[in-house]
């Protein structure tokens, strides 16, 4: 029953962030004739202010980024060309990250590099999780097992270090980079720079469930290596 329970519970943390954040970003999403640019054009303003012109704004169907290899704020096609407070919000969230990029913000580095080879590393722990049992046969060596066990959970350790290292880069790019900016360019009153926290909240959280996935991933194989 304590299972059962535990499960329940675990999904809930794991749903919930993503369903809240989806909903929030939704109800926000509409365009409004008051609104005076669209993503594109407030992230483009945004830039000028702050001198970092030489950053592009894109089109992307790959989801809201900041690409630091080709410094690039990428916009989806509803945030690029809508005039609504979701696409404004996000424009700034976005460009936060590039201010990061900027000013040499260390953890939005360490993030940059851990990404790069963290992918690789968890396709590898997998790899490593299935070979357990083919080695324990060939080798009939529990040492043997015992070392590919441990390669494969540091392996997979890294894709959860990388979205921990992921948390606090999206909320200091939502709160310490893309609040004050939007405070300080007029562009929205008092009630939608409420309303804005909570998209900024909920670009930050999106990275939450993930963090846990992968904790969850990791836990499974352990599980299942255990039997």
């Not at 000013?103 to 590393?121: G, I, K």
């Not at 060596?141 to 979205?163: D, R």
């Not at 909570?198 to 499974?220: E, G």
């Amino acid at each position: 029953m304590i299972y059962f329970i535990l499960i329940a519970v675990l999904l809930v943390v794991l749903i919930a962030p993503q369903f809240w954040a989806k909903s929030i970003l939704q109800r926000y999403s509409t365009a409004r004739k008051d609104i005076p640019a669209t993503g594109a054009e407030f992230a483009r303003h945004l830039l000028q202010e702050l001198k970092l012109s030489f950053v592009s704004v894109e089109a992307t169907g790959s989801g809201d980024h900041y690409d630091p290899v080709s410094t690039a704020v990428r916009l989806s096609a509803s945030n690029m060309d809508e005039r609504s407070l979701t696409a404004i919000v996000v424009a700034a969230h976005e460009t936060g990250h590039a201010l990061q990029h900027a000013v040499s913000y260390r953890p939005f580095f360490w993030r940059v590099r851990l990404v790069v080879w963290a992918s690789y590393a968890e396709k590898v722990g997998s790899v490593f999780m299935l070979a357990i049992p083919v080695i324990g046969l060939i080798s009939r060596s529990p040492l043997a097992s015992g070392a590919v066990l441990l390669l494969g959970v540091m392996s997979m350790m890294a894709a959860v270090l990388v979205h921990f290292v992921t948390l606090p880069v999206e909320w200091n790019a939502s709160f310490s980079r893309a609040l004050p900016l939007l405070k300080k360019t007029n562009y929205l009153d008092a009630a939608d720079i409420k309303a804005a926290r909570k998209i900024l909240l909920a670009c930050a959280l999106t990275y939450l469930a993930q963090s846990l996935m992968s904790m969850i991933n990791l836990w499974r194989w352990l599980r299942v290596l255990k039997r």
